[in-house]
C-alpha cells in the first residue's frame, strides 16, 4: 500500500473533496494553501475520533489515513453564552431551545460553547454504547479519582468509539477519559505483571 483516498472536507474547508496521494505526503502539500491553518483547526481521522494535527509542516500522510476534518476555530470568546439558553445548541434529548424550534446545528467550531457541565445521569450514554458498559458510573468513578473501581466497571473494554461524548447533553470527553484510565491501568500493569 503506497498510496491512499483521502478525504479533505469539513466546514473549515472551502472545497471538500477525495484525492489519491501517496503515503508520506506532506499534508501541506495536499492542501496546497487553501486554508489558514491559524484559523482553522486541523484533525487527522474525522470529527468524532480525530485527533488534532498540531504542527502542518511536518505532518504527512500515513499508512492508515482515511480523511482530514477541517474545523474552524472560535475567533471570538462567546460573551454571555449563558443568556442563550442552547438555541444554537443540538441534542439527542430535548434539553435544549432547539428542541422547540428544530432548529439544525448551523454553525460547528471548536467552541464548547459555554462552560463545562456536570453528568446529569440521563443514560444516554449507557443505551448508545456498542460495549454495553455504563459510561456515567466510569466517569463518576474517574473524576473521583477512583481508578480501581473503574477498572471493576471494565473501561478497557471501551472501543474509543466516540458515542458516548457525542450523545452526552453535557458534552462531557468521556471516551478522552476513557482513554486516558486505559493508558493508566495498562502502565499499572507493566509495572506489577
Known amino acids: 500500500m503506497y498510496e491512499r483516498i483521502v478525504a479533505l472536507g469539513g466546514p473549515g474547508f472551502p472545497k471538500p473533496r477525495h484525492v489519491r496521494v501517496r503515503v508520506g505526503t ?28 498540531s504542527d502542518i509542516e511536518n505532518e504527512s500522510v500515513n499508512f492508515d489515513d482515511d480523511g482530514f476534518f477541517f474545523l474552524p476555530k472560535l475567533e471570538k470568546r462567546e460573551m454571555l453564552s449563558f443568556l442563550k439558553p442552547g438555541f444554537r445548541r443540538v441534542s439527542h434529548l430535548p434539553v435544549f431551545m432547539s ?51 473503574a477498572e471493576r466497571l471494565r ?23 476513557f482513554h486516558e484510565a486505559k493508558l493508566q491501568l495498562e502502565e499499572k500493569k507493566n509495572l506489577n505483571p
Open 26 to 53: 506532506p499534508l501541506k502539500d495536499i492542501i496546497r494553501g487553501e486554508i489558514d491553518s491559524q484559523r482553522v483547526c486541523i484533525l487527522r481521522g474525522g470529527l468524532f475520533i480525530g485527533e488534532i494535527v
Open 99 to 149: 428542541s422547540l424550534i428544530r432548529a439544525a446545528d448551523s454553525e460547528i467550531t471548536n467552541s464548547l460553547r459555554g462552560e463545562l457541565r456536570p453528568c446529569i445521569a440521563c443514560g444516554s450514554c449507557e443505551l448508545i454504547c456498542p460495549a454495553g458498559l455504563f459510561p456515567n458510573l466510569i466517569h463518576r468513578h474517574l473524576y473521583a479519582n477512583d481508578i480501581d473501581e
Open 155 to 177: 473501561v478497557d473494554l471501551c472501543v474509543d468509539c466516540n458515542l458516548c461524548t457525542y450523545i452526552c447533553p453535557s458534552k462531557i470527553e468521556l471516551q478522552k477519559q
